[in-house]
């Protein structure tokens, strides 16, 4: 019994740790660390989760627009309150503080274009 004891403890502090690290992470397919604002690199466009409904976007040549979300399987769907129709941007990757949207922007379909945005989680 005395033996088991130390590697009952190794494994309370690495559950510990690892439990401290999951909620340091920005997730977008967790609500608890969404909320928040998103920002692209150049500072360009954000986005802010306000709640786990509410969500606002402003781009740099535009003003802020509140918008219901829903986080689907891997899409991000938008609409505009009272108004049914709906955007979806499908969230092409998502990683820690990161995620990448598609349909982000207007484009006229160059070859090569992405209307995809990259936003990191602002702490």
Known sequence: MKNLTPVIFVFLIIGFISCSRDNAVA????PESR???WITADKSDTIEFVDNANFIRKGYYSTPEAYLYEIKDNT????KPNINSETQHP???ASE??????????????????NAGTYYKEP
């Open 76 to 79: 991000l769907y938008l609409r």
């Open 35 to 37: 909320i928040g604002l």
């Open 91 to 93: 969230i092409m990757s």
């Open 97 to 114: 503080g990161k995620v990448v949207l598609a349909n982000m922007y207007i484009t006229i379909l160059l070859i090569g274009e992405s």
């Open 27 to 30: 997730d977008i397919y967790k």
